[in-house]
């Protein structure tokens, strides 16, 4: 059920060809459905990363620094 969600979910968001991809274009390529799946929800993620950035200053740990991840 959980894997059908994320297929329609795709689709929605452009990827039109992922019932390709899982059942035929992986095959035998070593990538398991659920890495597929991963992949293509990183690529959404990825896809304008600037409208996702927080606002404001980053907080800090016990020591004063901030904790935030920079790519």
């Known amino acids: 059920r959980g894997a059908r969600l994320r297929r329609v979910l795709l689709k929605r968001d452009g990827f039109a060809m992922i019932d390709t991809w899982l059942n035929e274009t992986r095959i035998g390529q070593g990538a398991k459905a659920d890495d597929v ?21 980053a907080p800090r740990d016990s020591s004063g620094l901030p904790m935030q991840i920079w790519f």
């Open 37 to 57: 799946l991963d992949a293509c929800a990183c690529a959404i993620a990825a896809r304008d990363f600037s409208a996702r950035l927080p606002e404001g200053d």
